[in-house]
C-alpha cells in the first residue's frame, strides 16, 4: 500500500512554545489529507480536514488559531501547535488521501506523542 | 451523528485461540465499514472492508460480515498468532464525507504463547 511518513515520532516542549507536526505522502499525491487526535483509550477525534491550496475546514469544537493547518503541497500538511500547554499532550495522527489508479483509500501516518511540560 | 462502538479490551488469547471483537455502529444511510490495526509504534493500517449490507471483508485469516439489521461488523479470526497482537480499530465513513473516518475506541489483542 502507499506510504504516508509523520514526523517526528514524539517530541517533548515546554509550555508556551509551538510545535510542528509533518505528514507526508510518499508515492502518491493527496488533495486531501487528514488530522487526528486520540486520548488513551478514547478513539480517534477528527480534528481537520487539510486541502492542498486551501484552507483547512476544522471540526466543531477544535481551534483553528490553536491548531494551524498547512497544506501547501500535493506531498506535505503540516500542523503547528501553538502556545502549547499540557492539556494538548496527546497522540496525533494524520491521513492522506489516494485517489489514483482507480481507488480511494485513506493511508495513515504512524503518529506523534506530543508531550508538553 | 455517526458513531462506532467496540468491545474494551484488551483482550488476551492463547496462540490458535479463536477471536472475536465486536462492533457497532449508528449511521445515517448507508456507511462504508472498516477495521484497521495498528501494530506498536507504526500507523494504522486498513485490514479489511465492506461497502455493503451482507458483504464480507477478510484479509490475513481475519473476516468480518456486514450486518445492517443488527448494525454490527464483528473482526473473527479463527486462530490467532502471536504476531496478531496490535490494537484493532473499526471505524465507519458515510457516503459523500470525502473519506472522513468515525472510528470506535480500538480494542488491544494481546496474544500469548
Known amino acids: 500500500g502507499a506510504v504516508v511518513s509523520q514526523h517526528p515520532s514524539w517530541v517533548i516542549c515546554k509550555s508556551g512554545t509551538s510545535v510542528k507536526i509533518e505528514c507526508r505522502s510518499l508515492d502518491f499525491q493527496a488533495t486531501t489529507m487528514f488530522w487526528y487526535r486520540q486520548f488513551p483509550k478514547q478513539s480517534l477525534m477528527l480534528m481537520a480536514t487539510?486541502?492542498?491550496?486551501?484552507?483547512?475546514?476544522?471540526e466543531q469544537g477544535v481551534e483553528k488559531d490553536k491548531f494551524l493547518i498547512n497544506h501547501a503541497s500535493l506531498t506535505l500538511s503540516t500542523l503547528t501547535v501553538t502556545s502549547a500547554h499540557p492539556e494538548d499532550s496527546s497522540f496525533y495522527i494524520c491521513?492522506?488521501?489516494?485517489?489514483?489508479?482507480?481507488?480511494?483509500?485513506?493511508?495513515f501516518g504512524q503518529g506523534t506523542r506530543l508531550t508538553v511540560v | 451523528g455517526n458513531s462506532v462502538t467496540q468491545m474494551e479490551g484488551p483482550v488476551t488469547l492463547s496462540e490458535e485461540a479463536f477471536l472475536t471483537i465486536n462492533c457497532t455502529y449508528t449511521a445515517t444511510g448507508y456507511p462504508s465499514l472498516f477495521w484497521y490495526v495498528q501494530y506498536p509504534g507504526e500507523g494504522l493500517q486498513l485490514l479489511l472492508k465492506a461497502t455493503k449490507a451482507d458483504d464480507k471483508g477478510s484479509n490475513k485469516g481475519f473476516e468480518a460480515t456486514y450486518r445492517k439489521e443488527t448494525t454490527s461488523f464483528h473482526l473473527e479470526k479463527g486462530s490467532v498468532q502471536v504476531s496478531d497482537s496490535a490494537v484493532y480499530f473499526c471505524a465507519l465513513k458515510s457516503a459523500g464525507t470525502a473519506s472522513k473516518l468515525t472510528f470506535g475506541t480500538g480494542t488491544r489483542l494481546q496474544v500469548t504463547l
Open positions: 491521513s492522506a488521501r489516494d485517489q489514483g489508479q482507480g481507488i480511494d483509500e485513506a493511508f
Open positions: 487539510s486541502n492542498e491550496g486551501s484552507k483547512a475546514t476544522y
